[in-house]
């Protein structure tokens, strides 16, 4: 079966950085995008970032943009998350997600099939 282990993250002050893992196993790792999910209590959970399958082509939130950096290594069949300048409301649980399918990238959470079990970021001010 597919699993999913994220680690990497933390408490860190504002302005700092971390740096997120997911190792993924069971798929064919290169065959599926990746994507960033979180989610802050109280709220929905969110998109944060997305990375195509041959690692070629990445999308962010607005929120993120220039500041968090999405890559993948299919050998190591590893997806990461580097966040820089981090903020207070970065603040949330961060879970990685293997698409269902693999014809594309997708922002919308009901194409990822499967969820990693979450890391907490937490960012101090």
């Known amino acids: 079966q597919v699993q999913l282990v994220e680690s990497g993250g933390g408490l860190v002050q504002a302005g700092g950085s971390l740096r997120l893992s997911c190792a993924a196993s069971?798929?064919?790792?290169?065959?599926?995008?990746m994507a960033w999910f979180r989610q802050a209590p109280g709220k929905e959970r969110e998109f944060v970032a997305a990375?195509?399958?041959?690692?070629?082509?990445?999308y962010y939130t607005d929120s993120v943009k220039g500041r968090f950096t999405i890559s993948r290594d299919n050998a190591k069949n590893t997806v990461y998350l580097q966040m820089n300048s981090l903020k207070p409301e970065d603040t949330a649980v961060y879970y990685c997600?293997?698409?269902?399918?693999?014809?594309?990238?997708?922002?919308?959470?009901?194409?990822?099939?499967?969820w990693g079990q979450g890391t907490q970021v937490t960012v101090s001010s």
């Open positions: 997600a293997e698409a269902a399918d693999g014809l594309g990238t997708y922002f919308l959470s009901r194409h990822y099939a499967y």
């Open positions: 069971g798929r064919t790792f290169s065959s599926y995008a």
């Open positions: 990375v195509s399958k041959s690692g070629g082509n990445t």
